[in-house]
C-alpha cells in the first residue's frame, strides 16, 4: 500500500482516511465516534465482539476493522477492549472545544476536573485538557478529555501531571 506508518510507525490522518478509518464529516457532526486506528492485518478482532452496537466488522480475523458510521453512538466500550490501545472516540460536534476518549493504562490516575498534558501522535505535548469522565473496563481505563477542536484528531494520550503533597 506505501503507508508511511510501516517506516515512521505513526499513522496520519491522510493515511486512514485512505484505507477508509477517517469517519465521513457527515457523521463526525452527529456527535461522538469511534476512531479506530488499527491499519494492519493482524489476527485480533476483539473490538468486534466488544461493540454493544454491532458497529464493528470484519470480513476475517485478520482484516481491517471497519466501523458502521450509522450504527456507532461512541460509547466508547471498545477503547477499553482493545490490545493495541488503537481506538478512539472522538466528538468535534461542538462549535468551540472537542472531546476526545482515550485508553489508559498508567498511574496516577486522572480524576475528573484534573488539567492533563495531552500528547500527539509521536508522544509530544500538545498543551493542556481537561478530564471529563474516566472508566474503567477490562482493567484499561477510558479517559475522556475536553481538548482544542483543532487537535481532536491528533490526540493520542494523556500524561497526568504530579502534584506534590
Known sequence: MGLSFRKTCIITIEELRKIGLMPPQNRLKRGPVVLIECPEEIPCNICVDACPFNAINMERITSIPKVDWDKCVGCGVCVTSC???????????????????????????????EKVIILGRDGRSLGQGVVKAVFEQNKTLAVKIEVPKEIAFEVKGIRVVKTSG
Do not use: Q
Request: aromatic letters at 12%.
Open 83 to 113: 490490545p493495541g490501545l488503537a481506538i478512539f472516540v472522538v466528538d468535534v460536534s461542538r462549535e468551540d472545544t472537542a472531546f476526545v476518549t482515550v485508553p489508559y493504562e498508567f498511574l496516577p490516575r486522572p480524576k475528573p476536573g
